[in-house]
């Protein structure tokens, strides 16, 4: 076989066994696979935001994958490794993943690419883009993009910062596609800086002692505000869900209070 046969094999198999573990391990929010031969096997390393659940109790669910990579797609003494992901509003496979769970659930496209765009946004991206494609309200094919941010789309830049992924989705109408684009300021390369915009204030001259009379508020003011961020996150990472589904439960309860350019020209009439 030729070595160009042998690259569309691999590139064929890739591609099924992305499709099944993102159906298989859909609840610890799969993110992609790293696959490497060695001497001595296949190292196959599983990017999920949920650990626990792929590697299952005493480690009954990586032994099932380990046998399923070896039977129906052939590799060679699979070592399966879990890698947790620390930001999984920057993964663009587990936004797709979710954005495609709430429009299955019957969540407005719109409300939920919104809903989406600002949970990347929030969590320190760049910039964001979110296409989606297909019978979205109507018998016709149409398509909607949505960004926010800096979004380099072409040249080098784009090919290192920016993290692309494609999902689909089977509604009652026929299928939608899903694309997302994220860039991340982590990956910025050195040759392409990110200076932030100094916001002016004009202050009036006032007495030293006033100055640091408003000085000393600001400070408690400060203070007061990160106790409370704390506070917050704490109250969150409490009531953080366990699986994708239940966070997808608790991001459609969150979503009802997000209002969409629809709902704000009907208030405007």
């Known amino acids: 076989m030729s070595s160009t046969k042998n690259v569309l094999k691999d590139n064929y198999n890739m591609m099924l066994l992305n499709d099944y ?13 790293d696959i490497s031969k060695t001497p001595t096997g296949t190292r196959v390393a599983l990017h999920v935001t949920r650990p626990g659940i792929v590697i299952g109790r005493k480690g009954s669910g990586i032994r099932e994958l380990t046998e399923i990579l070896a039977k129906d797609f052939g590799l060679k003494n699979p070592q399966l490794s879990v890698v947790e992901i620390e930001h999984p ?4 496979s587990v936004m797709c993943n979710r954005l495609a769970s709430h429009i299955e659930r019957g969540t407005a496209f719109r409300r939920a690419t919104m809903w989406t765009l600002k949970q990347i946004m929030e969590n320190g991206a760049m910039g964001v883009q979110i296409t989606c494609s297909g019978k979205l309200r109507g018998d016709r094919s149409s398509f909607e993009k949505h960004t926010a941010g800096i979004l380099p789309r072409a040249g080098h830049h784009a090919e290192v910062i920016v993290n692309e992924d494609i999902a689909h989705v089977e509604t009652p109408m026929g299928l939608i596609g899903i694309r997302i684009r994220i860039a991340r300021k982590d990956k910025v390369v050195p040759e392409f800086e990110l200076r932030d915009v100094a916001t002016i204030k004009q202050k009036t ?43 997808i439960l ?20």
């Open 250 to 269: 608790f991001e459609a309860e969150q979503m009802k209070s997000l209002e969409t350019l629809e709902e704000v020209e009907e208030k405007l009439k």
């Open 21 to 33: 573990l993102r159906k298989k391990i859909k609840d610890a929010g799969y993110a992609g696979v």
């Open 89 to 92: 509003e920057l993964s663009s």
């Open 205 to 247: 001259v006032a007495p030293k002692v006033e100055e640091r009379e408003e000085e000393e508020e600001e400070k408690e003011i400060v203070i007061t505000e990160e106790i409370a961020e704390e506070i917050v996150a704490k109250e969150l990472e409490q009531k953080k869900p366990r699986t994708e589904t239940e966070q």
